[in-house]
């Protein structure tokens, strides 16, 4: 393991995480600095905190339901540790560790998890990862075993597996929503372009968001609402007729989706293609027009494509950065004039953004920081306030913070 981790080395393993290259300059780990001016956006900093702690290529960070007492790192090989919520931790634990069933190829890998709403009581935790032989993406629901403090890697119940023809835009997002179904996001299947008609065909689950109920059926039920819901399940994520399970469709690769914990809203971070970056504010039935469109634009064909998907809330092209990382409409209170705004970033330049949660479509967005990190994902603690994660094999955890 390496001292340090700069965007410049590890550039080409960025791109195979999240399937964009481009933008971005060098220079160490560290706080960034504020755009000049400001027009009255908030002026943060991202501080690195719990300093003695470090991570090998992380992807997902996250606090169980209203349990503030500990923190939970899913590393991209496949296991999850547990800390305590102290800025002088020192050590991690294994909380759940399936290194031996996970393929990390590419983008593939331990890519998220999601504690049931009622966790520990419902001693439940569903985890999304990739296998190999053949590469595939499986959602999988673990147990635990001692009132909440690790997960037993057996029995592993498999709740979805989807066939990957490639080892990128897996997707592999999930959390459940405030209504109490589980949602995950999963990738239009790899190659540039989608080249298997995969975003506009919902015939199968790629590219798609998709929402289950894991509580009232084995594997789930289909919730009312689902814009497909009388259709039969789609087994091994394909099926003869429209998919039941989706919630929405036409994503490319959807990285890092959150509900709005004041208003339910859910939104996502869309990884573009060759020119633009979107954040979609994510409704039933919605279709986000990839690979017709890219953003707000044409995509195939280059001109004079259909207008009639969902536009984003905001984009931005790749003079900025070329990966988004979807991130949390801010509901804390310990940042000045940032709550009611959505707040994401960039993998690769290390941009971080908002938006306020109210803008209507194609709102620009204002750059808030320009760091040299590399933005896998970004959590909210059970305050609300917001933490992101730098990926590389010396990973680190930071906070969202007012600036000096």
Known sequence: MTSTWTRAAALTLGCTLLAACGGGGGGSVGPGTPPPGGGGNPQIAVNRVFAQLEFVQPTVLKQAPGDASRWFVGEKSGVIRVFANNPASSATSVFLDIRGRVDASGEGGLLGFAFHPDFPTTPEVYVSYTRGGPFRSYVSRFF???????????????????PQFAT?????????????????????????GDPQGNGQDDTNLHGTIVRIDVDSANPYAIPVGNP???????????????????FAWGLRNPWRFSFDRQTGALWTGDVGQGAWEEIDRVVAGGNYGWNVREGDHCYEPPNGCADTFEAPVTEYDHSLGSSVTGGYVYRGAAVDNLAGRYV?????????????????????????????????????????????????????????????
């Open 144 to 162: 635990s075993t001692d009132n909440g403090q690790t997960l037993s890697p057996a029995p592993e119940e498999i709740i979805l597996e989807l």
């Open 168 to 192: 990128n835009h897996n997707g592999g997002d999930i959390a459940f929503g405030p209504d109490g179904f589980l949602y995950v996001a999963f990738g239009d299947g790899g190659g540039a």
């Open 228 to 246: 497909n819901a009388p259709n039969a399940a789609c087994v091994q994520g394909s099926g003869a007729a429209p998919c039941p399970e989706i």
């Open 344 to 404: 994401f970033g960039d993998f690769i330049s290390g941009r971080i953004f908002a938006v306020p949660a109210t803008s209507t479509p194609v709102t620009a967005a204002d750059e808030l920081l320009d760091t040299a990190l590399m933005i896998v994902s970004f959590a909210e603690d059970v305050d609300g306030e917001l933490y992101l994660l730098h990926f590389g094999n010396v990973g680190t955890i930071h906070k969202v913070e007012n600036a000096p």
